[in-house]
């Protein structure tokens, strides 16, 4: 399974691959952002790590939902 990340670089927003050299995509804003991988991950197996401005862990989302390991109510 792969690993993305959502960052703040700067002024934009930045969706990338974990150990990705170039953003996936770059956003004026976090939501944008999440919009983006959202669309991005439709076809795809993977982990969204989503990040506060300030660069500390915010949420994980499991694309698809049936591949999250773990059960909970969300």
Known sequence: MDNYHIT???DDWKFT???????I???DTKADAIKHMQDYMT???G???IHKQDGKFQEERTY???SDP???KG
Do not use: F, L, M
């Open 8 to 10: 703040k670089d700067g």
């Open 17 to 23: 691959k974990e150990d990705g050299k170039r953003a």
């Open 25 to 27: 995509k770059k956003s």
């Open 43 to 45: 076809d795809r197996e």
């Open 47 to 49: 982990s969204v790590k």
């Open 64 to 66: 698809p939902r049936s």
């Open 70 to 72: 773990h059960e909970s």
